[in-house]
């Protein structure tokens, strides 16, 4: 049952629908075709957020109504006696310090070199750029878990096993993130060098007062992805550090859950939340460069 | 015209002068102007000491692990005695071990199922999201389905642990109202594996869907207004139209879709630790466990190496099989 409403994917351009007669707005009524495509997407959005207000909602019970069924959805008389528990049982401070030393100076880094990177592949001249930077790409193809073990080998034979160097070193240089920052400067015109060269810069000037700046947006998605990716990292933390002062808050969070086995789920799920406060705040404030970042070289 | 991808909007470099320049380093050398001798001599210079931090780096942290994981992969190493070359002891080891079989076998099953729910969850999503709606509840959806992606993997295995708990949990709660008897999730090898399916799928599909909406977008919307002409309506539409017009990006969405399915490994750790008995022990979990709990380092880089080569050649294939089937405008 198809409407002549229904025409057309007319996507994110209204201006191509709105030139369409069959959408006019004197033709519009009700569709069973909408109506039973919104209630499948409100099912879909709420399998989606449902198990995520559930964590919220319960971390706010009290911990022995914890179990109690039904499940609770909203909140209606929040106790934070998990959270303070949380604290108790976890040294959140020191989890959330260590997350935030690792995930900000590696995005910071990657932020760095892979623009100071990626400008060398846009605009300047060298030996053997195509090669190194198809290398540079083939990088990105092996997964991180077939050279974790050298990398294990590595990091002790630097005399880092067991520090927070060792999570940060590693993943500092970034295939995806030089990639990115390439296309970004390959968009920047390349006159605005050759303008800077006519004012007498050198091209380490042309780079920091021309360049760099203009590139600000292309190293933001490169810092909040990386931000995003590490923050949220489990594989490479239960590897590389050891002592619980070095763990990192997914790691943290795991470790509390076994503790407690079954005791008493507000207080992970307290705990969980707490892990998820920066995440909802990237999410909020860079969901646009998340997506932009996540899909950029797909080539759609 | 995509509107995810920033760069598009802006000049084209090939179309430009200096990219051809640029297209051909050292092309210049001798034809080009002399006073610009100095300025290529420094730009060399500047261009590796840019490069420096990132080839540096990449060399010690993957080129260097790359080739010294193949070379372990022929060694018999724990770490406290010295490493003894035993061929290929290791893969051929590695190959007859029952819970390597197993995980491997595991991991291909994984990645068909959770693939093919994936994305065709992502695919019928994103064309519903794509039709006619008012422009916040657009907005609403795609924040929805985006958001799981955001969160991390073990935070969300911890939470869905509590989720499918046989007696407390919420989800035999729901099936019980429907007079559904409660269900053993995590305790039995069926329940575990499909438990980790629906997990890894409930985070992950947001992904490919973000990639089909770009698809979507990047059709034109004549095409459809010929295919109605020609009585196209519905599901029809759909199948004569936008699946191939989509095919480049559901190639896309599949290859970047499969190659992290094949690496799984924080969902069924933090939800099962692999168990009950091999059940969701997947490849990367045995990489892990055969490496830093029983110090046979030879043996897992072997098992990285297997790992490595099928993604290869799942990747290759995916891409030779994509000329026949995959329709370019």
């Known amino acids: ?153 590595l990091i002790r034979g630097m005399g880092l096993s067991d520090t927070l160097l060792a999570l940060i070193l590693p993943a500092i240089p970034t295939a995806f993130g030089t990639f990115l920052m390439r296309q970004y400067f390959m968009g920047l015109p390349a006159e605005l060098a050759e303008a800077a060269a006519i004012d007498g810069a050198s091209p380490w000037r042309t780079f920091r007062s021309v360049y760099a700046p203009l590139a600000m947006p292309g190293m933001a998605i490169v810092g909040i992805l990386a931000f995003n990716f590490h923050w949220n990292e489990f ?9 619980e002062q070095n763990f990192t808050l997914p790691l943290g969070l795991v470790s509390l859950q076994g503790n407690l086995g079954t005791g008493s789920i507000s207080v992970v799920l307290a705990g969980v939340v707490l892990s998820m406060i920066p995440a909802l705040v990237v999410f909020m404030f860079g969901q646009r460069a998340l997506q932009d970042g996540l899909t950029a070289g797909t080539g759609k | 015209m995509s509107t995810t991808s920033p760069h598009r909007e802006r000049p084209k470099r090939t179309a430009r002068p200096a990219a051809k320049a640029l297209a051909n380093p050292g092309a210049g050398r001798s034809a080009g102007p002399a006073t610009a001798g100095s300025a290529r001599h420094s730009q060399r210079w500047l261009a590796w000491i840019f490069l420096a931090p990132t080839i540096l780096g990449m060399g010690l942290f993957t080129l260097i692990p790359i080739v010294a994981s193949v070379v372990l992969a022929f060694f ?45 969850l992502a695919l019928a999503l994103a064309i519903m999201v794509q039709e006619k709606m008012p422009a916040w509840l657009r907005v609403f959806f795609r924040s929805a389905f ?14 869905m642990r509590y989720l499918f708990n046989e007696q407390f949990g919420v989800v035999n709660w729901f099936l019980s109202l429907a007079g559904i008897p409660a269900v053993p999730w995590l305790t039995t090898p069926g329940g575990s594996a499909a438990v980790v399916i629906l997990v890894y799928v409930w985070q992950n599909f947001g992904f490919s869907f973000l990639l089909f909406i770009g698809g979507l977008a990047s059709i034109p919307v004549e095409t459809y207004e010929a295919a109605s002409i020609d009585g196209a309506t519905g599901w029809r539409k759909h199948l004569y139209v936008t699946l ?46 055969s490496a830093f709990q029983r110090l046979e380092f030879g043996q897992a880089s072997a098992i990285g190496v297997l790992l490595t080569l099928i993604i290869m050649a799942i990747t290759a294939a995916q891409f030779r099989l994509s000329k026949r089937f995959v329709f370019y405008q």
């Open chain 1, 1 to 153: 049952m198809t409407t002549t409403t229904d025409h057309g994917l007319a996507g994110h351009s209204p201006r191509l629908s709105e030139g369409l007669p069959e959408t006019s707005p004197n033709r519009r009524r009700f569709s069973w075709n909408f109506a039973i495509r919104i209630v499948l997407l409100l099912i879909a959005a709420t399998l989606t957020l449902g198990p995520v207000l559930w964590t919220l909602s319960t971390s706010l019970r009290s911990p022995s109504e914890s179990f109690k069924l039904p499940p609770s959805f909203f909140p209606w008389n929040p106790d934070f006696t998990s959270y303070g528990e949380v604290f108790q049982q976890l040294n959140i401070f020191l989890l959330v310090l260590n997350s935030a030393l690792v995930t900000g100076l590696i995005a910071v880094g990657q932020m760095v070199t892979a623009a100071m990177a990626g400008y060398a592949f846009a605009h300047l001249k060298f030996r053997g750029r195509g090669a190194l930077f198809s290398i540079v790409l083939a990088t990105m193809m092996v997964p991180v878990q077939v050279t974790i073990v050298p990398v294990f080998m």
């Open chain 2, 244 to 289: 191939p017009l989509l095919s480049p990006t559901t190639l896309v969405a599949s290859v970047m879709a499969i190659i992290s399915a094949l690496q799984v490994f924080d969902q069924p750790y933090v939800l099962t630790r692999g168990g009950p008995g091999d059940s969701t022990r997947t490849a990367v979990m045995v990489i892990f466990e």
């Open chain 2, 76 to 120: 018999r190493w724990d770490i406290i005695s010295a490493p003894t070359f035993v061929g290929f002891d290791n893969f051929s080891e590695v190959v007859q071990d029952p819970t390597v079989r197993v995980s491997f076998l595991n991991t291909i099953l994984f990645v068909v199922v959770a693939v093919a729910f994936q994305l065709g």
């Open chain 1, 235 to 243: 594989f490479r933390p239960l590897i590389l550090t050891i002592s």
């Open chain 2, 146 to 159: 985006f958001f799981p992606l955001i969160l991390s993997a073990a935070s969300v295995s911890i939470f």
